[in-house]
């Protein structure tokens, strides 16, 4: 959380047979311009919403379609062309496959309007632990503007 230009987050299979459902992405600066997200193991099934949190942070949520019961990998960076943005921290909401299914067509978009509802309150660092050490398998990712 915090001073990360680009970061990936894996969200751990929820457990007791629960999908991700949405994913929130708190960043620096003013809405979502210049913010690329990739998802692995989901995809983005609906409009995101953009929202702003109780320390300041703007938070991008989206709707996400799991592509089965294991982890999502959440791929964030911010266009270092612009106004410098930082990432703040990474968090997503989970549901059951029947939760899901009664909401219907709306499950995702439900879950993420329930999460910017969440995290605009008390803000996304309150609501996650901070970042390990990068280790070993660290790496850098490196942008080049057109």
């Known amino acids: 959380m915090g001073g990360e230009r680009a970061t990936v987050t894996t969200l751990a299979a929820p457990g007791a047979g629960r999908l991700v459902a949405a994913v929130a992405v708190a960043l620096t600066g003013t809405g979502a311009d210049g913010l690329a997200v990739g998802l692995t193991g989901g995809r983005q099934d ?11 942070a703007s938070v ?10 294991g982890p999502v990998t959440v791929t964030v960076a911010a266009d270092p062309s612009g106004v410098p943005r930082d990432v703040v ?3 997503a909401a989970a549901g059951t496959p029947e939760t899901l299914k009664a909401l219907g ?8 309007g329930w999460l910017a509802a969440a ?8 609501l996650v632990d901070p970042p390990t050490v990068p280790g070993p398998g660290a790496s850098t990712l490196s942008w080049k503007a057109p």
């Open 105 to 112: 067509e709306q499950g995702p978009s439900a879950a993420a």
């Open 119 to 126: 995290v605009a309150g008390p803000g996304v660092e309150r």
């Open 89 to 91: 921290g990474v968090v």
């Open 60 to 69: 991008l949520v989206l709707p996400v379609r799991a592509d089965g019961d």
């Open 46 to 56: 609906g409009a995101g919403v953009v929202t702003t949190d109780a320390d300041g």
